[in-house]
């Protein structure tokens, strides 16, 4: 495991060419890519912010007409220690819909556990709207063979207006 930082060789001039040496760096002036191993001391278990086997889905660009998505299912009992939702709805000049109150959420199938939502209300012509919602706790269960969705508006359109939202969900499968 590692962490990345990219340098501007440029904003190195400050330096001596004896200290760039000293530090392993280039005196080009062009991008230079380190990558560097996460200490041991912070790779013990229960010591953020590292967790043993974390797995990432996500999904961006998700409109109603597709939904619900799939995020994933799991195959183990598995934990979801982080999820964010991101969700936008945007009319046009000619949207004559009148008051509409769009929404997304994430929730797990079997349960029926929604872990996050966001909801906008649309009124009018030309309107631009955005909620984040974000959630990061001790691991929330989730069974095997359990899907975790998102599910946008119900799977309805608004006629001239676009709706999109994004998902990440970090989970651990032991």
């Known amino acids: 495991m590692g962490w990345q930082s990219t340098v501007d060789g440029d904003n190195l ?52 007409a597709g939904s619900p998505y799939s995020l994933v299912t799991v195959g183990a009992a598995s934990r979801i220690w982080y999820a964010s939702l991101s969700f936008a709805v945007a009319t046009d000049s000619t949207y004559a819909g009148g008051a509409d109150g769009p929404f997304s959420e994430l929730y797990i199938q079997t349960i029926g556990e929604i872990i996050l939502a966001c909801q906008l209300a649309i009124n009018g012509t030309e309107q631009a709207l955005n909620s984040d919602q974000v959630l990061s706790l001790g691991g929330i269960p989730v069974a095997a063979g359990d899907t975790i969705f998102a599910n946008i508006n119900n799977g309805n359109t608004i006629a001239d207006a676009i709706i999109r939202a994004g998902a990440v969900v970090l989970y651990t499968t032991p």
């Open 13 to 64: 001039a400050i330096l001596t060419a004896n200290q760039l040496a000293l530090l392993g760096l280039a005196t080009k002036a062009e991008q230079i890519t380190q990558t560097t191993d996460i200490p041991t001391n912070i790779q013990t278990l229960g010591t953020p912010p590292y967790i043993p086997n974390l797995k990432a889905a996500s999904f961006t660009q998700m409109a109603p």
